[in-house]
């Protein structure tokens, strides 16, 4: 608890040497009447470091590039692996848990200890991994390193301590999952197979016991050969030689036979009794040609066959299998045999795993499936096995956020609590139909309503020009609503003039939006340069929707010579760089059209979010427009601002005109600060405004080339282009941006050396003071610039409403001119108190709505004067601005810099937002190192820095934004949303929110076949494994094979991890076993040693004897 009391005139206070320079105004002026001074600023600033503290929080969406499946029929849990080392458990809706591996290896195989709470995985680098699942965040209880061999399959059975380990050598190891080491016991390939074959097996590539014996373990390797070991005798019952490659083997539940599935695409089935060749062997999508030929089809990856209590046919499920002619045009599939009938389905995507879902964990019991889950490269589908139809089940998961890729996102925290309700209740419209109507099968798992929740949205824009709204309410991700803003565009022909030589692919992927919760108003940016507004109504509509075009461009004749340069370094006549009017001498018919054409027609729009206006720029000079790097809307005001690298356009949706559309250069008047060296005005007209364009076709990691093929990136630019005299003047920031990322935003580019054109990077309406000498706040408009410039227009809006939608707004640059280092970023206003101050809005009302002529329809506005939010003085804020380098508070009207603070020299930042935190403010940033760090305001005293993201990408740097209550998001992969908090009091209440993964059921008992089948042998027989693979049994394995990293705690641990007398006892038990480890060590040593001596003293004996008969002068 600090109280600041500051007096400066000019000068920084928290910036050692950062004086103001005179062109900010800082200094000058003096202030009205009732504005307030430097010296009448006093506030008590609570925000300390201990507030802050990095967590990741959840992640939604699909697993980025899964790679296997695991399924716990008891617990119903459901674990995904992926090849980046992520493993995401999921179970009822809420519980959803990412852990990712330190290594970042890839997870080939995942094994639940079935109603044990516990995973293993299997990973590229040799890894076996033990998870702990008991608690809400799992974690790794031992590790086991394999150094000679590469792990190719593993197999738990159920109940069982000892894991099967196949390798790609052939040989069969076992691992105690309780102590996680290896047992003496294995099977090595060449005892597996006969001393006559010459030719090696190939790898592991199926494990399983048979469900008739769990001592007997049937092994298959890859060239074909499937060998039947018996575990107590120790060696081979029979073996099974097939001319084509095995991909899996599958049993059935009584153990008399299996079958497996070849790369052929064919089908083998094989019984017990006569292993010498195939019972049966089928095609299931091969067929017979006229010379009496098989078809060539694809390989059968996997195989399930699985028997039902409700139908003597058993059901066989697999994957592939189609004949090469068909498989060329035809999608991945899954075939579902049941008896005759044959159900092929269609995939959109290649098939990574899927796995038949059945009631009982035991696999000598009748199976009973009653779905399938299937994991495709980029969807997830669980299809019901027990409808004849085979629906799939709706997902309740956040599955589809790629849907389309995404291009923006944005968070609301704190949304007013009408607004989820009403957009799931419109969104439930635009569901699909047809699931089925079970429920979801994936249940397991526990979650509750946390107590601290409030409404939050996450707002997604999409490259085909979809917007998805979310509620992320209580840290889960559920769908709310779909917007389509192609809807608003005729589609585009191909070859169809200017529209048709642009649009590629993407023409109405959204580049940003701007949401006001409260009046509902939605503003779409679209990358052909486009802004459309949406209003919010329960009802339908009939509408035309109101088109503006506007021409926002420069002209290459109006960019003064260098010679012109010499003699006038200032632009004297901004007139003449002001963007040609429409319709203006010079512009041909093809040049005065925009990139889309807006439906002409009434259009009919349904419950929801409604098309108003649509403002699209112009092509020029046979140039497409540059794309738009700023925007604002305001709903009190009715106004709409937009900027690119060109200039500013305001637009007044009130009355469907354009207010404004000036040139940058216009925007300073006689007061531009800098001093512009310019180039031939042809050259590389296109390179400082691309930054979507190689944004997004970076950013799709499937993408072919994008869009706008006439746009050319900054990096392809040679250096001959630019002269010496323009290096000397380069901008601060662009050496270090060029050299240390690879920016999306238009700001990366924005130098002047390279172009004389200057980008508007934000903009902020607001109540404020336009001029110094204001007594007044008024409506103003916040620009800033690429060049670190932030320019002030005050607008003169009329009261009365009947005023306002006939007389015309006026606004206009005010000569005000305020510097910072680097592109400006971020706007915000405070009062003097220090608290924030929202910008005005008009509360929403339903433009279909019925009218009561009594009562006339009146728009109800909601300002939040400085004036009226604070009692230190009694008019005047602080402006916050932010840019990539720095953070400047600024005292309003008299523009007084009252704190600076360089938050970055060597990098700079990509996003910065004022947002609340345990009831105060702060200013929140990410820098491209990325670093996140934390602000007080309005000191600017550093809160938090801490390295979050050492590799930052352009998907992260695109994607990543703050929100209120101490919380961010990003997008860690292309098909997942990753949140966080940076609040220390929501990283404490984590743990409530988050869901319980384990819960404790009773594991189901055995059925009993009753005393004939018990008596003819139909029972499984059972025998003690810890006899043949303990130690006493099997011995040690050799330390050389594999090296055992305990984790923080064992087995024995996990499952009395309450405390009390019983974990102590855990804890003195692992404690022993962890000292048995170290005497062990020590006994081999010691054994080595021995060994080593006893050679050191035969050697010395043999030499000895060699010399002792030798006389001296032969020595």
Known sequence: MKKFRKVLDGLSSSSPGGVASPSCGSAAGTPTAHAPTPQDIHVQETLVSENFHICKTVRHGFPYQPTCLAFDPVQKILAIGSRTGGIRILGRPGVDCYSQHESGAAVLQLQFLINEGALVTACADDTLHLWNLR???????????????RITFCHLPFQSKWLYVGTERGNTHIVNIESFVLSGYVIMWNKAIELATKAHPGPVVHLSDSPKDEGKLLIGFESGTVVQWDLRAKKVDFRIYYDEAIHSVSWHHEGKQFMCSHSDGSLTMWNLRNTARPIQITYPHGKILKDGRKESCKPILKVEYKTSRNSSEPYVIFSGGLSYDKSGGRRPTLTIMHGKAI???EMDHPIV???VLCDTPYSNEVQDPYAVVVLLEKDFIVVDLTQSNFPIFENPYPMDIHESPVTCTAYFAECPPDIIPILYSIGAKQKKTGYSHKEWPVSGGTWTLGSQTYPEIIVTGHADGTVKFWDASAITLQMLYKLKTSKVFEKPKVGEGRAGELVEEDPYAVQMVSWCPHSRLFCVVGISAHVILYRFSKHDANTQIVSLEVRLQFDSEDVISPSEAENNPCFSDPS????????????????????????????RMPPGYQAELVVQLQWVDGEPPQQITSLDINSAYGLLAFGNCNGLTVVDFLQKTILMCMGTLDLYGAADPYQRLTRSPRKNRQS????????LSHFYSDSKKRIRTSYQSLTELSDNQVSMDMERSKSPTSESRENSFSRSRSSSVSSIDRDTKESVTTLQFGESYGRKGDALPTACLWVGTSLGVVLLLPISIPTEEEERMEEPITMGPSGTVLMLKGSVLRFAFLDCGGALIQSPYEVWRDPNGPEDPDRPRRRK???????????????????VVCSEKQAKVILMPTQAVLFTHNITESSFLLRADVVSVCNSVCLACFCANGHIMTLSLPSLRPLMDINYLPLTDLRIARTFVFTNGGQALYLSSPTEIQRLTYSQEMT????????ELFTPIETPEAQNKGFLKGFFGGNAQTFDREELFGEAAAGKASRSLAQHIPGPMGLENMKTAAGGVVGDLARARIALDQRGERLGELEERTALMMNSAETFSTHAHQVMLKQKDKKWYQL
């Open 135 to 149: 608690q809400r965040r799992p974690a790794i209880l031992h590790s086991l390193k394999f150094n000679r061999e």
């Open 343 to 345: 159900t092929v389905l």
């Open 988 to 995: 404490d209440n984590l743990q409530d929110m988050l869901g």
């Open 353 to 355: 795993e899927f796995l």
């Open 576 to 603: 003449s760089h002001s963007p040609q009017p429409p319709g203006s001498p010079g512009s041909g018919t093809q040049d005065s059209l925009p990139c889309l054409k807006v439906k002409n027609r009434p259009v």
């Open 861 to 879: 506005l909601v300002n939040f004067s400085p004036s009226s939010s604070q009692e230190a003085c009694s008019d005047g804020h602080l402006a």
């Open 688 to 695: 400082t405004s691309d930054f979507c364009m190689r944004g």
